[in-house]
Every structure is written in structure tokens, then in C-alpha cells.
């Protein structure tokens, strides 16, 4: 299984890392112009139609400096297209805010981004429950 990954920041590696313990190949995606077009961003298509992936993943980051790369390095439509030709998305966190109506408008959904306060104030605490 060929997976491409959405590198421009973020959570990109640890992606990575995780889908190649599971036995995937993966492919980081940073630009249109890949070195070849067999690996590129070109043929960002579902596997059976001459891409080769058979899945792409938006990792988390900051997504407002995402969709300004994106556009900027000329990412954007063609991300757009492969996905609504077929091409299987997970996002995570930033990822998941990229896929809705206000982004690249792949779901019909609109994602809150910090809706329970600022990053900063995010924290992990572990505990017990009893009861």
C-alpha cells in the first residue's frame, strides 16, 4: 500500500514513521514538481489509474500557514481534484480543518478550529477515576 503525506509542516514525520511500522510505503509530498512524474504530484491519483497511492494523508500544523504554502507552492487544486476524483483523505487535526467547506471544500463540514480555548492552553493530564 502506497501512501502520500502531506509534508509542508507539522506532524508530517511522525505520520510517517507510523504508516511504515505498519508496512505502508509512503511518500512525502512537499511540491508539484516531484522528481519524477511517476512519483509526483502529477499523478496524485487513486492506484489503478497510474498513481500508484492509495491514500493521502493531511497531517496536523497551523492550518491557516498550510493553505498559504499550499496555494504558494501551486498544491492546492491538485490536492483538490485528487481527492474529489476518488483519492481516499484521512486528516488529522489542521488536516481534518483543510478538508471542510472553507478550505479546500472536500466534506460538508465547517471544522472549529480551538473551540475549547487556545492551543497554548491545551494540556494532557493523567489521572485516575474512581467510582
Known amino acids: 500500500m502506497k501512501i502520500a503525506i502531506l509534508a ?13 511500522r505498519l508496512g505502508a510505503e ?3 509530498i512537499r511540491s508539484p514538481l516531484q522528481t519524477s512524474p511517476k512519483e509526483g504530484f502529477r ?8 498513481g500508484g497511492l492509495h491514500g493521502l494523508v493531511i497531517p496536523g500544523g497551523e492550518s491557516t500557514a498550510m493553505m498559504r504554502i499550499m ?5 492546492f487544486e491538485p490536492i ?7 483519492l481516499p483523505v484521512f486528516g488529522t487535526c489542521a488536516g481534518l480543518i483543510m478538508l471542510d467547506r472553507n478550505h479546500l471544500d472536500v466534506m460538508d463540514i465547517v471544522a472549529r478550529r480551538n473551540a475549547y480555548g487556545r492551543q497554548l492552553g491545551s494540556f494532557n493530564y493523567e489521572g ?3 467510582g
Open 26 to 28: 509512503t511518500m512525502l
Open 8 to 20: 509542508l509542516q507539522g506532524a508530517f514525520a511522525e505520520h510517517e514513521q507510523m504508516l511504515q
Open 80 to 86: 483538490r481534484e485528487a481527492i474529489l476524483g476518488g
Open 128 to 130: 485516575e477515576f474512581r
Open 43 to 50: 499523478s496524485l491519483t487513486l492506484e489503478g489509474d497510474g
Open 71 to 75: 496555494k504558494d507552492e501551486g498544491l
